[in-house]
């Protein structure tokens, strides 16, 4: 049996395809053709607008010309030879074929004998004969222009004049265009590859940081010279890379905070753990009831850290994705639903609620994340039986503010510019469950939406969270 033959993947990129002529132009390779036909249409347009410019001109001149000489012919005087008498013009004549045509009982024509005779048909019989004021038209057999005026009754003056100068004359001019076009052409070519060379050299050098980016995340800036569409290119593209710069340089810090975080749970869930295990072996000292049990507080607390830890970071990474898709939020349905969950947890503390109408656009379950964590923030601070207020309402300059105020000790001043910081915990907040990321996950919400988030000190002499956000009344 014969082997069945190979099935070739015509779908596969046939490497020898950009080799064929399937490959593109480079830019500069464009901008050298474009340059180079476009100089070449211009060329060619004003060229043969020339040609056919001194054409016309020369073959109007010959005919001026010839009929200029005609008329004179026919105006000249009768001169006596030795056996007749001529029209003076045949002495006259060396440059021209010239003869007089008689017409009677046949047609005759009489031309000096050093010179060639004139070419003449049915449009010179019918100027001797008095049926035409003249003719003017191209010998196709001499390749001459042939003119006839009327000399008398039945007879016509005969002048022809070679095109062959003429021609000649148009053939030099048509070298002349053809060789000052095509050294044109190469210079617009020459001109269009270094204006092509020196106008792309940003775009070399862009392409050069990307490749460099790629490989080996160099993210330095490129420099920037002129003030063009390619420098406000190159300027973007270092912006951009300042942004990815910015960004990782977020993320390291991000990673290595919540590695410094995870460290002391992780540690003190491990030494909860493998002291659990070593009262469980034989021989072992037992542990006492009351001590097992602060163990295992201990060890569902470093969950319950770990937990909430684990779930602020991702929350984090999951706000740091870009978003598409907007919708229309209602700013007193978010802060309803925040409430409800917060109270859930609240204990004994209230709540004093005074909300208006607002609705922008954006994230809803990252606003509502962002007022839970200012509501957490303030029952976590909160004496059992105090109050936390609540207030939304519009400031009048496009932004509306939700204010949340608690009733604790409030906020040290070396501590509200840094409250916002990642893993930031105060002095008082140290003993205190958290992770050290919700009023971060709060500002990132508020930026996110073009807002911001202040902290600050309320009359009573609790914290103050202020979150401004644009919008409209609804």
């Known amino acids: 049996m014969t082997e069945p033959a190979p099935v070739v993947d015509v779908s596969e990129k046939d490497p020898r395809g950009d080799r064929w002529g399937t490959r593109r132009f480079s830019l500069r390779g464009r901008v050298t053709l474009l340059a180079a ?26 005919d001026d010309n010839l009929l200029a000489r005609a008329q004179a012919a026919v105006d000249s005087p009768q001169v006596q030879t030795e056996l007749q008498q001529v029209p003076g013009a045949f002495l006259a004549s060396a440059d021209l074929q010239i003869g007089q045509l008689t017409v009677g009982e046949k047609v005759r024509l009489t031309y000096p004998q050093s010179g060639s ?45 070679s095109l062959g100068p003429t021609k000649r004359t148009l053939n030099e001019l048509s070298v002349v265009l053809f060789l000052i076009g095509g050294a044109g052409i190469l210079v617009a070519a020459a001109a269009g590859t270094a204006v092509a060379r020196a106008g792309l050299r940003p775009v070399d050098r862009l392409t050069s940081a990307a490749e460099r980016v790629a490989t080996t995340g160099d993210l330095r800036p490129i420099p920037v010279s002129g003030d063009d569409e390619l420098a406000r290119l190159t300027q973007s593209f270092n912006t951009m890379l300042g942004t990815v710069a910015e ?86 349905d978010v802060v309803e639903r925040a409430l409800d969950r917060a109270r859930r947890r609240a204990g004994e503390i209230e709540f004093d609620v005074s909300l208006q109408p607002w609705v922008l656009t954006g994230d809803t379950s990252a606003l509502e ?18 109050t936390v207020g609540v207030r939304l309402y519009p400031v009048g300059d496009g932004t509306a503010v939700l204010e949340v105020e608690d009733s604790g ?10 409250v916002f910081d990642r893993f930031y915990r105060s002095s008082e ?21 073009g807002g911001d988030v202040y902290a600050g000190r309320a009359p009573a002499g609790g914290a103050l969270m202020t979150l401004r956000l644009p919008g409209a009344p609804a």
């Open 37 to 62: 036909a476009s100089v070449a249409g211009a060329v060619a347009l004003v060229s043969l607008g020339a040609y056919l410019v001194v054409r016309d001109n020369l073959y109007q001149q010959v």
């Open 117 to 161: 005779r004139p070419p003449y048909g049915d449009d010179e019989i019918a100027v001797a004969s008095g049926d035409k004021a003249f003719s003017l038209r191209t010998d196709p057999k001499t390749d001459s222009r042939v003119v006839a005026l009327p000399q008398g009754a039945g007879q016509a003056m005969v002048l022809a004049q």
């Open 247 to 332: 960004s990782q340089e977020r993320q390291r810090q991000l990673v290595a905070d919540a590695g410094h975080e995870l460290r002391t749970p992780l540690t003190s869930l491990r030494t909860n753990l493998e002291l659990l295990l070593s009262a469980s072996r034989p021989g072992a000292r037992t542990l006492s009831d009351e001590d097992r049990s602060d163990i295992e507080a201990d060890i569902r607390g470093q969950l319950d850290e770990l937990t909430q830890l684990i779930g602020d970071l991702v929350e984090l990474a999951r706000q740091d994705e870009p978003r598409i898709e907007h919708e229309r939020v209602e700013m007193v």
């Open 369 to 386: 994340r962002a007022v839970l964590n200012l509501l957490d923030n303030a029952v976590k601070f909160s004496p059992e039986g105090s």
């Open 409 to 418: 000790p409030g906020i040290a001043d070396e501590d509200l510019p840094k």
């Open 429 to 449: 907040a140290r003993t205190l469950p958290g992770s050290g990321l919700g009023l971060a996950i709060v500002q990132h919400a508020a930026q996110r939406h």
